[in-house]
């Protein structure tokens, strides 16, 4: 699993297509001036597909003319999102002064699409290069979803539209593996070490991970704070409670050093989360560096179930009054069953009256932003949750005004540490700022960017970050982190039994300030 705050999108709305060309249209004279003879024009059948809803100019780009029958590459907007292996004919009876009249902005759309396709078709010194292939059509596909969506519009201070033209003409892309390799040369160019791209499997294994269950040992990992890459090691965030690297004693901070015998210097987050899962049963050598002892682990994948929810009732004995009850949530993930299990859960616990709620958020590493703010709104009955900003500044805003809320009056705690992260910190930042909840621990994780994941057409996809975000309060916890309200004992459990008994018993060192903390 990984360290990784995302939203699921589909694709920017630029589509790729297949026409067939028409040799009655092939002459447009507001073309004739460039100097590019083989470029043919190619009106459409105007009878849309359905699915398309948009409009296109194209271009037949090939040095033997467009004939009849002939498919070629081309791009129009859409306002549907990608459709690609279309299949679409030209209408030959409709001819270019018919398609003009019918059109009037098409000259100006359609001379831009000539200037769009000459900069990626041809060289500079004018000398025909090979039309677009499929690859590079998929190459193009990335890029463009990139340029859309990644917030810092510098693309890392770097010519964004003359990096694609290098790419197309210097990168070989004739075959999928060169096309990916391209893509990932691209990404990693941006210096974002959460904007990458994902092969179809990787792709398909994010996405398990959201939808509740994945195989390996449930560790989620992430760079050491303040670094954007592992060259000291990559940093335990958070191990699944119940999971075969918790079992094994893992525990967050702690420094993955190797997985098989390969070294985790330099090596990408996301390497080595596909490198730790694996065959059901299967076995993965880890080598852990908890304090100053170094650990050699063997460790067997399983699927590891990410039931988001453990509640549990809890009753503090206090001396000359009834025992108080305690409702305790522990939410380890934001995968699409969080909310509604956090709500069931606080039903439940409600229907026993309790007198004040702890939401433990310890070793969460987040997950699903819209889960997180769909958490928020139960325990608030008005307020801003969250800012999203981009480069420009605050670019959409999260609030509630209540009426989702199902526990918004009684005593709320909030259980942070340096696990805690990303979509857990938005949580843990919103019943802060908002004053509904004390915050006890340490200070969080600091991740505040936001990725999206994007599928492209042939089943991979890419991680982008797409914007940062604020709490309540304007605070920018990016390698940073939520700052606690009040400092936590060690002592205190990190699981929904051990959390009760340790309030329970007055031998404990937590129990005088748990009866304390969560009761005032």
């Not at 859309?148 to 770097?158: H, S």
């Not at 050093?257 to 390969?262: E, R, T, Y």
Request: glycine share 8%; with cysteine.
């Amino acid at each position: 699993m990984e360290a990784l705050l995302t939203t699921f999108s589909t694709p920017p709305p630029l589509s790729r297509i297949r026409i067939s060309c028409s040799s009655s249209i092939s002459r447009v004279s507001s073309a004739q001036a460039l100097p590019f003879p083989s470029l043919q024009a190619v009106s459409l059948s105007w009878r849309l597909h359905p699915n398309f809803g948009g409009t296109i100019s194209v271009l037949c780009m090939s040095r033997n003319g467009c004939e009849e029958g002939n498919d070629f590459h081309a791009y129009g907007n859409s306002s549907h999102g990608l459709r690609s292996q279309t299949q679409w004919r030209s209408n030959p009876s409709l001819q270019l002064d018919d398609f003009k009249e019918r059109f009037s902005a098409s000259f100006i759309q359609l001379l831009t699409w000539v200037m769009l396709f000459m900069s990626l078709s041809f060289s500079i010194g004018g000398t025909p290069s090979r039309a677009l292939n499929e690859e590079n059509l998929l190459f193009l596909e990335a890029w463009r979803t990139i340029d859309r969506a990644y917030i810092d519009k510098t693309f890392n201070g770097q010519s964004w539209f003359r990096y694609r033209e290098n790419a197309l003409r210097n990168e070989p892309m004739n075959t999928r593996a060169e096309t990916y390799t391209a893509i990932k040369k691209m990404a990693a160019s941006l210096d974002d070490p959460f904007t990458r791209f994902l092969e179809p499997e990787k792709f398909k294994s994010l996405r398990s991970g959201t939808q509740g269950a994945l195989i390996g040992v449930g560790l989620s990992i992430g760079y050491p704070a303040g670094l954007s890459n592992s060259s000291s090691g990559l940093v335990v965030i958070s191990a699944t409670p119940g999971g075969p690297a918790y079992r094994a004693g893992i525990l967050s901070g702690d420094i993955l050093l190797a997985i098989d015998d390969s070294s985790t210097e330099s090596m990408t987050i996301y390497d080595a989360a596909e490198r730790l899962q694996g065959l059901d049963g299967s076995i993965v050598e880890l080598v852990i560096q908890s304090g100053s002892e170094t650990k050699h682990l063997s460790l067997k994948r399983e699927k590891v179930s990410l039931n988001p929810v453990k509640a549990k009732l809890c009753k503090v004995p206090r001396s000359g009054i009834d025992s108080p009850k305690i409702g305790y949530i522990k939410l380890t993930t934001f995968n699409q069953n969080a909310s509604g299990a956090v709500r069931e859960a606080i039903e439940t616990l409600r229907s026993n009256n309790v007198k004040a709620f702890v939401l433990d958020l310890r070793d969460n590493s987040g997950g699903l932003f819209p889960e997180g703010v769909e958490i928020a709104k139960l325990w608030l009955d008005k307020g801003v949750i969250v800012y999203i900003c981009d480069s420009r500044g605050i670019r959409d805003i999260y609030d509630t005004d209540g009426s989702s809320a199902m526990a918004s009056s009684e005593p709320l705690a909030v259980l942070v540490n340096k696990g805690t992260a990303s979509a857990s910190e938005i949580l843990a930042g919103a019943l802060k700022d908002n004053k509904r909840a004390a915050v006890f621990g340490e200070p969080t994780y600091g991740k505040g960017k936001i990725q999206s994941v994007f599928q492209l057409s042939d089943g991979s996809g890419l991680a982008i970050t797409v914007a940062r975000y604020e709490t309540p309060s304007h605070t920018d916890i990016d390698k940073v982190g939520v700052i606690p309200d009040h400092p936590l004992p060690t002592s205190l459990p990190v699981d929904e039994e051990g959390f009760c008994g340790c309030l329970q018993d007055p031998s404990s060192a937590c129990y005088v300030d748990g009866s304390q903390m969560f009761l005032r």
